[in-house]
């Protein structure tokens, strides 16, 4: 009887997630979110704690290098 409430409560878990991977329009949030969803069916919450740090790091540096590149811009402009 536990199993049966312990297997109602991931399926209700389960449909959720899937409802809001549903509503999510495509682009760079979907994309974040299957990621996420992926790792944490495979690394579990390890596994999304690592992701995130990295996906942190990597877009860091994005904006890091746009800023170099404006200020760059800038100075030549000057």
């Known amino acids: 009887m536990p ?4 297997d109602s409560q991931e399926s209700a878990s389960e449909q959720i997630l899937k409802e809001i991977e549903q509503n999510l329009e495509p682009g760079g949030v ?3 979110w ?4 992926k ?3 495979e690394g579990g919450s390890e596994g999304v704690r690592t ?3 990295s ?6 540096a994005i904006v890091k290098n746009a800023q ?3 200020t ?3 100075e030549e402009t000057a």
Request: charged residues 45%; hydrophobic residues 30%; glycine residues 0%.
């Open 34 to 37: 299957l990621s996420l969803r």
């Open 30 to 32: 979907r994309d974040l």
């Open 3 to 6: 199993n049966e409430k312990l």
């Open 68 to 70: 170099e590149e404006l």
């Open 55 to 60: 996906e942190y790091e990597r877009r860091k």
């Open 72 to 74: 760059n811009q800038l």
């Open 51 to 53: 992701y995130l740090a």
């Open 39 to 41: 790792e944490l069916n």
